[in-house]
Protein backbone atom coordinates (compact mmCIF):
# COMPACT_ATOMS: atom_id res chain seq x y z
CA UNK A 1 0.00 0.00 0.00
CA UNK A 2 2.11 3.21 -1.64
CA UNK A 3 0.89 6.26 0.32
CA UNK A 4 1.04 9.72 -1.40
CA UNK A 5 4.71 11.49 -1.11
CA UNK A 6 3.20 13.71 1.11
CA UNK A 7 2.20 11.79 4.23
CA UNK A 8 4.13 9.22 6.29
CA UNK A 9 5.23 5.73 6.02
CA UNK A 10 1.82 3.36 6.36
CA UNK A 11 1.37 0.78 8.64
CA UNK A 12 4.23 2.13 10.89
CA UNK A 13 2.11 0.89 13.56
CA UNK A 14 2.45 -2.89 12.32
CA UNK A 15 5.79 -3.22 13.66
CA UNK A 16 5.00 -2.70 16.82
CA UNK A 17 1.93 -5.04 16.37
CA UNK A 18 4.83 -7.50 14.96
CA UNK A 19 6.39 -7.36 18.36
CA UNK A 20 3.45 -7.28 20.42
CA UNK A 21 2.09 -10.47 19.36
CA UNK A 22 4.21 -13.20 20.51
CA UNK A 23 4.00 -11.90 24.06
CA UNK A 24 0.44 -12.13 24.68
CA UNK A 25 -0.15 -15.49 26.54
CA UNK A 26 -4.50 -15.69 25.50
CA UNK A 27 -6.07 -15.85 22.70
CA UNK A 28 -8.65 -13.39 23.59
CA UNK A 29 -5.86 -10.42 24.27
CA UNK A 30 -4.25 -11.77 21.50
CA UNK A 31 -7.15 -10.98 18.98
CA UNK A 32 -7.88 -7.35 20.69
CA UNK A 33 -3.99 -6.72 20.35
CA UNK A 34 -4.27 -6.86 16.74
CA UNK A 35 -7.03 -5.31 16.32
CA UNK A 36 -6.44 -2.67 18.66
CA UNK A 37 -3.19 -1.67 16.67
CA UNK A 38 -4.72 -1.83 13.00
CA UNK A 39 -7.70 0.98 14.35
CA UNK A 40 -4.88 3.41 15.05
CA UNK A 41 -3.19 2.71 11.84
CA UNK A 42 -4.00 5.95 9.51
CA UNK A 43 -4.95 4.36 6.37
CA UNK A 44 -7.23 1.65 7.32
CA UNK A 45 -10.90 1.96 8.31
CA UNK A 46 -11.49 -0.98 10.02
CA UNK A 47 -10.07 -4.46 10.84
CA UNK A 48 -11.97 -7.90 11.35
CA UNK A 49 -10.93 -11.23 12.41
CA UNK A 50 -13.02 -14.87 11.44
CA UNK A 51 -11.76 -17.94 13.06
CA UNK A 52 -12.92 -21.16 11.87
CA UNK A 53 -15.01 -22.90 14.79
CA UNK A 54 -17.64 -25.60 15.42
CA UNK A 55 -21.17 -24.49 13.62
CA UNK A 56 -23.38 -23.02 17.16
CA UNK A 57 -25.57 -20.80 15.28
CA UNK A 58 -26.60 -23.02 11.97
CA UNK A 59 -30.67 -22.62 12.82
CA UNK A 60 -30.87 -18.97 12.94
CA UNK A 61 -27.81 -18.19 10.76
CA UNK A 62 -29.47 -15.85 7.11
CA UNK A 63 -26.63 -17.72 5.04
CA UNK A 64 -27.57 -21.12 6.37
CA UNK A 65 -29.02 -21.97 2.62
CA UNK A 66 -25.44 -21.33 1.37
CA UNK A 67 -23.86 -23.61 3.47
CA UNK A 68 -22.43 -26.98 2.62
CA UNK A 69 -20.98 -28.00 6.03
CA UNK A 70 -22.83 -27.25 9.02
CA UNK A 71 -20.47 -28.65 11.81
CA UNK A 72 -17.88 -25.65 10.86
CA UNK A 73 -17.27 -22.21 10.21
CA UNK A 74 -15.97 -18.65 10.17
CA UNK A 75 -16.87 -17.06 13.41
CA UNK A 76 -16.62 -13.12 13.85
CA UNK A 77 -13.79 -12.79 16.74
CA UNK A 78 -12.20 -9.91 16.75
CA UNK A 79 -13.37 -6.40 14.86
CA UNK A 80 -12.12 -2.55 15.75
CA UNK A 81 -13.17 0.62 13.43
CA UNK A 82 -10.93 3.46 13.32
CA UNK A 83 -11.64 6.63 15.08
CA UNK A 84 -14.01 8.45 12.64
CA UNK A 85 -14.79 5.44 10.79
CA UNK A 86 -17.39 3.68 13.41
CA UNK A 87 -21.36 3.67 11.60
CA UNK A 88 -23.57 6.07 12.99
CA UNK A 89 -26.46 3.96 12.07
CA UNK A 90 -26.94 0.02 12.26
CA UNK A 91 -25.38 -0.14 8.78
CA UNK A 92 -24.04 -3.40 9.36
CA UNK A 93 -24.83 -6.93 7.96
CA UNK A 94 -24.77 -9.68 9.74
CA UNK A 95 -21.17 -11.36 9.50
CA UNK A 96 -20.98 -12.91 12.91
CA UNK A 97 -20.85 -16.50 10.85
CA UNK A 98 -19.62 -16.92 7.36
CA UNK A 99 -19.86 -20.32 5.95
CA UNK A 100 -16.57 -22.03 4.47
CA UNK A 101 -16.35 -21.36 0.69
CA UNK A 102 -19.03 -18.58 0.86
CA UNK A 103 -18.12 -14.53 -0.35
CA UNK A 104 -14.76 -13.57 -0.62
CA UNK A 105 -13.87 -14.16 3.38
CA UNK A 106 -15.35 -17.90 3.46
CA UNK A 107 -13.68 -18.83 -0.04
CA UNK A 108 -10.09 -17.21 1.08
CA UNK A 109 -11.12 -19.78 4.10
CA UNK A 110 -11.26 -22.86 2.16
CA UNK A 111 -8.53 -22.15 -0.59
CA UNK A 112 -5.98 -20.39 1.60
CA UNK A 113 -5.29 -18.04 -0.92
CA UNK A 114 -5.25 -13.50 -0.60
CA UNK A 115 -8.01 -11.79 -1.92
CA UNK A 116 -7.68 -8.49 -2.98
CA UNK A 117 -9.13 -6.13 -5.94
CA UNK A 118 -10.41 -2.62 -6.11
CA UNK A 119 -14.01 -3.20 -6.69
CA UNK A 120 -16.58 -1.98 -4.40
CA UNK A 121 -19.52 -4.44 -5.08
CA UNK A 122 -17.16 -7.72 -5.10
CA UNK A 123 -14.53 -6.81 -1.88
CA UNK A 124 -16.86 -6.05 0.68
CA UNK A 125 -19.41 -9.52 -0.21
CA UNK A 126 -20.12 -10.96 2.79
CA UNK A 127 -18.07 -8.92 4.76
CA UNK A 128 -19.12 -5.24 5.59
CA UNK A 129 -21.95 -3.13 4.57
CA UNK A 130 -21.44 -1.55 1.12
CA UNK A 131 -24.03 1.86 2.40
CA UNK A 132 -21.29 2.12 5.03
CA UNK A 133 -18.23 1.30 2.43
CA UNK A 134 -19.07 4.30 0.35
CA UNK A 135 -19.90 6.48 3.22
CA UNK A 136 -16.60 6.01 4.34
CA UNK A 137 -14.74 6.03 0.43
CA UNK A 138 -13.40 3.25 1.63
CA UNK A 139 -11.87 1.20 -1.88
CA UNK A 140 -12.31 -2.99 -0.97
CA UNK A 141 -11.92 -5.17 1.41
CA UNK A 142 -8.10 -7.05 1.41
CA UNK A 143 -8.98 -10.62 2.78
CA UNK A 144 -6.11 -12.60 3.98
CA UNK A 145 -5.41 -16.01 5.35
CA UNK A 146 -4.45 -16.96 8.53
CA UNK A 147 -1.98 -20.42 8.24
CA UNK A 148 0.01 -22.39 10.10
CA UNK A 149 1.98 -25.37 8.99
CA UNK A 150 -0.57 -25.82 6.05
CA UNK A 151 -3.15 -25.61 8.04
CA UNK A 152 -5.91 -22.29 7.79
CA UNK A 153 -7.15 -21.28 11.53
CA UNK A 154 -9.06 -17.93 9.86
CA UNK A 155 -8.83 -15.05 8.02
CA UNK A 156 -7.78 -11.63 8.22
CA UNK A 157 -10.10 -8.82 6.51
CA UNK A 158 -8.64 -5.49 5.98
CA UNK A 159 -10.32 -2.34 4.66
CA UNK A 160 -7.88 0.40 3.58
CA UNK A 161 -8.78 3.96 2.39
CA UNK A 162 -9.40 5.04 -1.28
CA UNK A 163 -5.55 6.84 -0.15
CA UNK A 164 -3.78 3.47 -0.33
CA UNK A 165 -2.65 1.12 -2.90
CA UNK A 166 -3.26 -2.45 -1.83
CA UNK A 167 -0.99 -3.82 -3.92
CA UNK A 168 1.96 -2.33 -2.84
CA UNK A 169 3.39 -1.93 0.87
CA UNK A 170 0.29 -2.43 2.69
CA UNK A 171 -0.23 -5.78 1.08
CA UNK A 172 3.16 -6.96 2.55
CA UNK A 173 2.88 -5.40 6.25
CA UNK A 174 -0.85 -7.28 6.12
CA UNK A 175 0.28 -10.62 5.13
CA UNK A 176 2.80 -10.14 7.79
CA UNK A 177 0.46 -9.80 10.40
CA UNK A 178 -1.73 -13.07 9.38
CA UNK A 179 1.20 -15.05 9.41
CA UNK A 180 2.53 -13.91 12.76
CA UNK A 181 -1.10 -14.23 14.11
CA UNK A 182 -1.13 -17.93 13.01
CA UNK A 183 1.49 -18.33 14.58
CA UNK A 184 0.97 -16.48 17.57
CA UNK A 185 -2.96 -18.05 18.00
CA UNK A 186 -1.27 -21.75 18.23
CA UNK A 187 1.29 -20.53 21.02
CA UNK A 188 -1.57 -19.04 22.98
CA UNK A 189 -4.01 -21.98 22.73
CA UNK A 190 -0.92 -23.79 24.01
CA UNK A 191 -0.07 -21.35 26.80
CA UNK A 192 -4.04 -21.46 28.33
CA UNK A 193 -3.99 -25.15 27.35
CA UNK A 194 -0.95 -25.41 29.90
CA UNK A 195 -2.81 -22.87 32.03
CA UNK A 196 -5.77 -25.00 32.50
CA UNK A 197 -3.65 -27.77 33.42
CA UNK A 198 -1.82 -26.04 35.90
CA UNK A 199 -5.12 -24.61 37.58
CA UNK A 200 -6.41 -28.33 37.28
CA UNK A 201 -3.88 -29.89 38.98
CA UNK A 202 -3.44 -26.77 41.61
CA UNK A 203 -7.17 -27.54 42.64
CA UNK A 204 -7.03 -31.41 42.71
CA UNK A 205 -4.18 -30.46 45.04
CA UNK A 206 -5.53 -27.97 46.91
CA UNK A 207 -8.68 -30.85 47.69
CA UNK A 208 -6.74 -33.66 48.40
CA UNK A 209 -4.68 -32.09 50.56
CA UNK A 210 -7.78 -30.98 52.75
CA UNK A 211 -9.64 -34.13 52.35
CA UNK A 212 -6.00 -36.28 53.33
CA UNK A 213 -6.63 -36.55 57.14
CA UNK A 214 -10.26 -37.64 56.55
CA UNK A 215 -8.62 -40.25 54.21
CA UNK A 216 -6.46 -41.54 56.82
CA UNK A 217 -9.49 -41.44 59.24
CA UNK A 218 -9.98 -45.73 59.35
CA UNK A 219 -6.54 -46.71 57.70
CA UNK A 220 -7.34 -49.59 55.87
CA UNK A 221 -10.69 -51.69 56.08
CA UNK A 222 -9.93 -54.08 58.88
CA UNK A 223 -11.34 -56.97 60.00
CA UNK A 224 -12.27 -61.23 59.28
CA UNK A 225 -15.84 -61.45 60.19
CA UNK A 226 -17.63 -63.26 58.02
CA UNK A 227 -20.31 -59.90 57.49
CA UNK A 228 -17.17 -57.55 55.97
CA UNK A 229 -15.19 -60.05 54.09
CA UNK A 230 -19.64 -60.31 52.56
CA UNK A 231 -19.01 -56.17 51.56
CA UNK A 232 -15.19 -56.91 50.38
CA UNK A 233 -17.19 -59.41 47.93
CA UNK A 234 -19.40 -56.67 46.86
CA UNK A 235 -16.64 -54.11 46.25
CA UNK A 236 -14.51 -55.96 44.70
CA UNK A 237 -17.32 -56.62 42.39
CA UNK A 238 -18.53 -53.80 41.49
CA UNK A 239 -15.30 -51.76 41.83
CA UNK A 240 -14.29 -52.50 38.35
CA UNK A 241 -17.46 -51.10 36.25
CA UNK A 242 -18.42 -47.48 36.43
CA UNK A 243 -22.23 -48.46 37.98
CA UNK A 244 -23.53 -46.08 40.84
CA UNK A 245 -23.65 -47.36 44.27
CA UNK A 246 -25.52 -46.81 47.48
CA UNK A 247 -23.62 -47.15 50.88
CA UNK A 248 -25.77 -47.34 53.48
CA UNK A 249 -25.31 -47.81 57.50
CA UNK A 250 -25.30 -46.41 60.61
CA UNK A 251 -22.83 -43.56 61.51
CA UNK A 252 -19.49 -44.59 61.53
CA UNK A 253 -19.74 -47.73 59.88
CA UNK A 254 -17.08 -46.40 57.64
CA UNK A 255 -19.00 -45.87 54.54
CA UNK A 256 -16.63 -43.14 53.23
CA UNK A 257 -13.64 -45.85 53.74
CA UNK A 258 -15.76 -47.85 51.47
CA UNK A 259 -16.66 -45.29 48.98
CA UNK A 260 -12.42 -44.85 48.57
CA UNK A 261 -11.73 -48.72 48.32
CA UNK A 262 -14.39 -48.71 45.16
CA UNK A 263 -12.43 -45.97 43.73
CA UNK A 264 -9.20 -47.04 44.48
CA UNK A 265 -9.99 -50.01 42.98
CA UNK A 266 -11.94 -48.81 39.38
CA UNK A 267 -10.82 -47.21 36.20
CA UNK A 268 -11.21 -43.85 37.69
CA UNK A 269 -8.32 -44.57 40.06
CA UNK A 270 -5.68 -41.79 38.44
CA UNK A 271 -8.06 -38.86 38.74
CA UNK A 272 -9.72 -37.79 42.33
CA UNK A 273 -12.41 -39.01 44.46
CA UNK A 274 -14.38 -35.30 44.96
CA UNK A 275 -16.22 -35.63 48.52
CA UNK A 276 -19.31 -33.38 48.84
CA UNK A 277 -20.76 -33.61 52.55
CA UNK A 278 -24.19 -33.20 51.74
CA UNK A 279 -25.45 -32.53 55.63
CA UNK A 280 -22.94 -29.36 56.06
CA UNK A 281 -23.87 -27.39 53.27
CA UNK A 282 -26.38 -24.32 53.84
CA UNK A 283 -29.42 -24.68 52.35
CA UNK A 284 -29.01 -21.94 49.81
CA UNK A 285 -25.66 -22.55 48.72
CA UNK A 286 -26.11 -26.27 47.29
CA UNK A 287 -26.21 -25.39 43.55
CA UNK A 288 -23.04 -23.48 44.05
CA UNK A 289 -21.41 -26.04 45.76
CA UNK A 290 -22.50 -28.90 42.99
CA UNK A 291 -21.99 -26.61 40.10
CA UNK A 292 -20.21 -23.48 40.95
CA UNK A 293 -20.94 -19.98 40.57
CA UNK A 294 -19.52 -16.79 38.58
CA UNK A 295 -18.62 -13.76 40.18
CA UNK A 296 -21.25 -11.63 41.57
CA UNK A 297 -23.78 -14.27 41.10
CA UNK A 298 -24.81 -13.71 45.02
CA UNK A 299 -23.68 -11.50 47.49
CA UNK A 300 -20.24 -12.76 48.74
CA UNK A 301 -19.59 -14.53 45.48
CA UNK A 302 -16.31 -12.52 45.21
CA UNK A 303 -14.44 -14.75 42.15
CA UNK A 304 -15.35 -17.42 39.83
CA UNK A 305 -15.68 -21.21 41.34
CA UNK A 306 -15.82 -23.88 40.42
CA UNK A 307 -18.60 -26.86 41.79
CA UNK A 308 -17.98 -30.29 43.01
CA UNK A 309 -19.31 -31.82 39.79
CA UNK A 310 -16.54 -29.90 37.86
CA UNK A 311 -13.44 -30.94 40.06
CA UNK A 312 -14.76 -34.58 39.92
CA UNK A 313 -15.12 -34.73 35.84
CA UNK A 314 -13.36 -37.61 34.75
CA UNK A 315 -13.02 -39.42 38.42
CA UNK A 316 -15.82 -40.06 41.12
CA UNK A 317 -17.85 -37.85 43.59
CA UNK A 318 -18.60 -39.38 46.81
CA UNK A 319 -21.99 -37.52 47.79
CA UNK A 320 -21.74 -38.21 51.97
CA UNK A 321 -25.19 -38.15 53.47
CA UNK A 322 -26.94 -37.60 50.08
CA UNK A 323 -30.32 -37.96 52.10
CA UNK A 324 -29.80 -34.68 53.36
CA UNK A 325 -30.42 -32.94 49.86
CA UNK A 326 -33.21 -30.54 49.73
CA UNK A 327 -36.14 -31.62 47.26
CA UNK A 328 -35.68 -28.84 45.13
CA UNK A 329 -32.04 -29.38 44.04
CA UNK A 330 -32.25 -32.95 43.79
CA UNK A 331 -34.11 -32.44 40.62
CA UNK A 332 -31.10 -30.24 39.19
CA UNK A 333 -28.78 -33.20 40.64
CA UNK A 334 -31.12 -35.90 38.89
CA UNK A 335 -30.56 -33.51 35.83
CA UNK A 336 -26.72 -33.50 36.01
CA UNK A 337 -26.42 -37.54 36.49
CA UNK A 338 -29.15 -38.50 33.72
CA UNK A 339 -27.25 -35.80 31.09
CA UNK A 340 -24.20 -34.97 32.19
CA UNK A 341 -24.93 -31.07 31.90
CA UNK A 342 -25.37 -28.23 34.16
CA UNK A 343 -25.10 -24.25 34.54
CA UNK A 344 -23.17 -22.64 37.30
CA UNK A 345 -24.52 -20.12 39.44
CA UNK A 346 -25.13 -16.84 37.43
CA UNK A 347 -23.95 -18.53 34.14
CA UNK A 348 -25.69 -19.30 30.77
CA UNK A 349 -23.00 -21.49 29.23
CA UNK A 350 -23.80 -25.08 29.44
CA UNK A 351 -20.95 -27.37 30.87
CA UNK A 352 -20.14 -31.34 30.62
CA UNK A 353 -19.56 -33.42 33.36
CA UNK A 354 -18.25 -37.28 33.42
CA UNK A 355 -18.38 -38.77 36.85
CA UNK A 356 -18.98 -42.11 38.64
CA UNK A 357 -21.64 -41.45 41.49
CA UNK A 358 -20.71 -43.00 45.31
CA UNK A 359 -23.27 -42.28 47.71
CA UNK A 360 -23.49 -42.86 51.08
CA UNK A 361 -26.50 -42.06 53.54
CA UNK A 362 -27.22 -43.29 57.42
CA UNK A 363 -31.29 -42.78 56.54
CA UNK A 364 -33.54 -45.17 55.17
CA UNK A 365 -34.44 -43.83 51.74
CA UNK A 366 -36.95 -45.93 51.00
CA UNK A 367 -38.81 -44.77 53.74
CA UNK A 368 -37.80 -41.28 53.19
CA UNK A 369 -39.58 -41.53 49.18
CA UNK A 370 -42.86 -42.98 50.47
CA UNK A 371 -42.80 -39.58 52.93
CA UNK A 372 -42.19 -37.41 50.19
CA UNK A 373 -39.15 -36.33 51.39
CA UNK A 374 -36.50 -38.04 48.56
CA UNK A 375 -37.47 -38.47 44.95
CA UNK A 376 -38.15 -41.26 43.46
CA UNK A 377 -36.25 -41.70 40.34
CA UNK A 378 -33.05 -39.89 42.18
CA UNK A 379 -33.24 -43.21 44.13
CA UNK A 380 -33.46 -45.43 41.58
CA UNK A 381 -31.02 -43.68 40.16
CA UNK A 382 -28.39 -44.09 43.28
CA UNK A 383 -29.14 -47.49 43.94
CA UNK A 384 -27.87 -49.20 40.65
CA UNK A 385 -25.79 -51.18 43.33
CA UNK A 386 -26.11 -50.76 47.07
CA UNK A 387 -23.53 -51.74 49.80
CA UNK A 388 -25.04 -51.80 53.54
CA UNK A 389 -22.24 -51.95 56.21
CA UNK A 390 -22.79 -53.90 59.58
CA UNK A 391 -22.89 -52.27 62.64
CA UNK A 392 -19.64 -52.64 64.93
CA UNK A 393 -22.43 -54.72 67.27
CA UNK A 394 -22.57 -57.31 64.59
CA UNK A 395 -18.84 -58.16 63.81
CA UNK A 396 -17.65 -58.30 67.41
CA UNK A 397 -14.69 -60.19 66.32
CA UNK A 398 -13.06 -57.63 64.29
CA UNK A 399 -12.87 -55.34 67.74
CA UNK A 400 -9.65 -56.36 69.03
CA UNK A 401 -8.22 -56.24 65.60
CA UNK A 402 -9.52 -52.62 65.25
CA UNK A 403 -8.69 -51.69 68.71
CA UNK A 404 -4.89 -52.62 68.41
CA UNK A 405 -4.88 -50.69 64.72
CA UNK A 406 -6.29 -47.75 66.50
CA UNK A 407 -4.01 -48.35 69.88
CA UNK A 408 -0.93 -48.34 67.10
CA UNK A 409 -2.12 -45.23 65.17
CA UNK A 410 -2.97 -42.75 68.26
CA UNK A 411 0.30 -44.04 69.90
CA UNK A 412 2.42 -42.74 66.66
CA UNK A 413 0.05 -39.43 66.49
CA UNK A 414 0.43 -38.40 69.84
CA UNK A 415 4.34 -39.83 70.31
CA UNK A 416 3.11 -41.67 73.38
CA UNK A 417 4.50 -45.21 75.09
CA UNK A 418 1.37 -47.31 75.94
CA UNK A 419 1.78 -51.32 76.92
CA UNK A 420 -0.50 -53.82 74.77
CA UNK A 421 -3.57 -54.36 76.14
CA UNK A 422 -4.23 -57.80 77.04
CA UNK A 423 -6.05 -60.21 76.27
CA UNK A 424 -9.12 -59.75 78.96
CA UNK A 425 -9.27 -55.86 78.35
CA UNK A 426 -9.75 -56.35 74.71
CA UNK A 427 -12.72 -58.95 75.40
CA UNK A 428 -14.15 -56.10 77.47
CA UNK A 429 -14.54 -53.99 74.43
CA UNK A 430 -16.15 -56.49 72.34
CA UNK A 431 -19.05 -56.56 75.27
CA UNK A 432 -20.01 -52.78 74.45
CA UNK A 433 -23.35 -52.65 71.79
CA UNK A 434 -21.04 -49.37 70.31
CA UNK A 435 -23.79 -47.34 69.03
CA UNK A 436 -21.02 -44.66 67.30
CA UNK A 437 -19.86 -48.27 65.61
CA UNK A 438 -16.10 -47.65 64.45
CA UNK A 439 -15.67 -44.07 64.98
CA UNK A 440 -16.42 -44.38 68.76
CA UNK A 441 -14.34 -47.06 69.17
CA UNK A 442 -11.47 -45.00 67.24
CA UNK A 443 -12.30 -42.10 69.87
CA UNK A 444 -12.54 -44.00 72.87
CA UNK A 445 -8.89 -45.51 71.59
CA UNK A 446 -7.45 -42.10 71.06
CA UNK A 447 -8.94 -40.82 74.28
CA UNK A 448 -7.45 -43.38 76.29
CA UNK A 449 -3.47 -43.33 74.57
CA UNK A 450 -3.90 -39.68 75.87
CA UNK A 451 -5.15 -40.43 79.15
CA UNK A 452 -2.58 -43.50 79.98
CA UNK A 453 -1.03 -43.60 82.65
CA UNK A 454 2.23 -45.30 83.56
CA UNK A 455 1.42 -46.78 79.64
CA UNK A 456 -1.53 -48.25 81.00
CA UNK A 457 -4.68 -48.11 78.95
CA UNK A 458 -7.86 -47.49 80.84
CA UNK A 459 -11.18 -47.62 78.40
CA UNK A 460 -13.96 -46.05 80.29
CA UNK A 461 -17.38 -47.60 78.50
CA UNK A 462 -20.90 -47.30 80.56
CA UNK A 463 -22.01 -50.66 81.61
CA UNK A 464 -18.93 -52.62 81.47
CA UNK A 465 -16.57 -53.12 83.93
CA UNK A 466 -12.66 -53.15 82.85
CA UNK A 467 -10.80 -56.47 84.67
CA UNK A 468 -7.94 -56.45 86.81
CA UNK A 469 -4.25 -56.50 85.68
CA UNK A 470 -4.21 -59.98 87.67
CA UNK A 471 -7.49 -61.56 85.81
CA UNK A 472 -5.00 -62.14 82.47
CA UNK A 473 -1.57 -61.83 81.60
CA UNK A 474 -1.20 -59.98 78.39
CA UNK A 475 -1.46 -61.75 75.17
CA UNK A 476 1.82 -62.38 74.23
CA UNK A 477 3.30 -62.07 77.75
CA UNK A 478 5.92 -59.66 76.66
CA UNK A 479 8.96 -57.84 78.82
CA UNK A 480 8.60 -54.22 80.49
CA UNK A 481 9.40 -52.69 77.31
CA UNK A 482 9.65 -55.16 74.44
CA UNK A 483 7.63 -54.52 70.95
CA UNK A 484 6.59 -56.87 69.62
CA UNK A 485 6.67 -56.43 65.05
CA UNK A 486 3.40 -57.09 63.29
CA UNK A 487 5.64 -59.46 61.18
CA UNK A 488 5.74 -61.57 64.14
CA UNK A 489 2.28 -61.33 65.92
CA UNK A 490 1.33 -62.80 62.52
CA UNK A 491 3.35 -65.94 62.85
CA UNK A 492 2.54 -66.38 66.46
CA UNK A 493 -0.98 -66.42 65.33
CA UNK A 494 -0.41 -68.90 62.53
CA UNK A 495 1.46 -70.67 64.26
CA UNK A 496 -1.16 -70.86 67.15
CA UNK A 497 -3.79 -71.92 64.78
CA UNK A 498 -1.53 -74.44 63.28
CA UNK A 499 -1.37 -76.12 66.29
CA UNK A 500 -5.45 -76.02 67.22
CA UNK A 501 -5.83 -77.67 63.95
CA UNK A 502 -3.46 -80.35 64.57
CA UNK A 503 -4.68 -81.44 67.86
CA UNK A 504 -8.17 -81.51 66.25
CA UNK A 505 -7.09 -83.31 63.73
CA UNK A 506 -8.00 -80.52 60.68
CA UNK A 507 -11.70 -80.46 61.96
CA UNK A 508 -12.92 -76.70 62.58
CA UNK A 509 -16.52 -77.31 63.88
CA UNK A 510 -17.88 -79.22 67.05
CA UNK A 511 -16.77 -79.32 70.37
CA UNK A 512 -13.91 -80.99 69.45
CA UNK A 513 -12.78 -78.99 66.65
CA UNK A 514 -9.81 -76.19 66.42
CA UNK A 515 -12.79 -73.32 66.82
CA UNK A 516 -13.62 -74.36 69.93
CA UNK A 517 -10.05 -74.60 71.08
CA UNK A 518 -9.31 -71.25 69.72
CA UNK A 519 -12.08 -69.98 71.93
CA UNK A 520 -13.57 -68.11 68.53
CA UNK A 521 -16.36 -68.52 66.12
CA UNK A 522 -16.18 -71.69 63.18
CA UNK A 523 -16.45 -69.05 60.44
CA UNK A 524 -14.18 -66.93 61.69
CA UNK A 525 -11.56 -69.62 61.91
CA UNK A 526 -12.64 -70.88 58.69
CA UNK A 527 -11.71 -67.23 57.19
CA UNK A 528 -8.67 -66.67 58.56
CA UNK A 529 -7.42 -70.00 57.35
CA UNK A 530 -7.91 -69.43 53.89
CA UNK A 531 -6.39 -66.13 54.03
CA UNK A 532 -3.16 -67.85 55.64
CA UNK A 533 -3.45 -70.82 52.69
CA UNK A 534 -3.03 -72.70 56.16
CA UNK A 535 -5.63 -75.75 54.50
CA UNK A 536 -3.06 -78.37 52.86
CA UNK A 537 -0.56 -78.26 55.79
CA UNK A 538 -3.11 -79.21 58.62
CA UNK A 539 -5.30 -81.54 56.69
CA UNK A 540 -4.63 -85.52 57.64
CA UNK A 541 -3.68 -87.87 54.68
Same mark, same amino acid.
Given at each position: ?? +??????????????????? #????????????????????????????????????????????????????????????????????????????? #?????????????? &??????????? /???? $?????? &??????????????? %??????????????? $????????????????????????????????????????????????? $??????????? %????????? @???????????????????????? /?????????????????????? +??????????????????????????????????????????????????? %??????????????????????????????????????????????????????????????????????????????? +????????? $??????????? /?????????????????? @???????????????????????? +?? %?????????????????????????????????????????????????????????????????????
Amino acid at each position: MN +ASPSQSQPFINMRELLLAM #PQQRSVSSLLETVVEKSAEDPFLALTRIWLIRPGDHCATCPLQAQCLDQTRCLHLVAERYSPGYAPSEDLEDDYLRI #PLGVGKVGRCAVTG &EIADTLSLADD /LDFA $VSKRWG &EAMQVIGLAVLPVVF %QGKVLGVCGFVPLKE $VDMEGEGLFWGRLVADHLAVSITNAEAFEQIETLNKQLTDDYEYLSEEL $VESQAFGDIIG %QSVSLNAVL @RQIEMVAKTDASILITGESGTGKE /LVAREVHKRGPRWKRPMIKVNC +ASIPRDLYESEFFGHLKGAFTGAVQDRKGRFELANGGTLFLDEVGEIPLEV %QSKLLRVLQEGEYERVGDERTRTTDVRILAATNRDLKREVKEGRFREDLYYRLNVFPIELPPLRERTEDIPLLALHFIE +AARRKFNQT $VKPPSRAVLST /LQKYSWPGNIRELQNLVE @RAVITSAAGRLKFDLPGVSEPRES +AA %QPVSQPAEEEVIPEAEMRKREKENILRALQQAGGKIYGDDGAAKRLDIKPTTLATRIKAMGLKKQFLPE
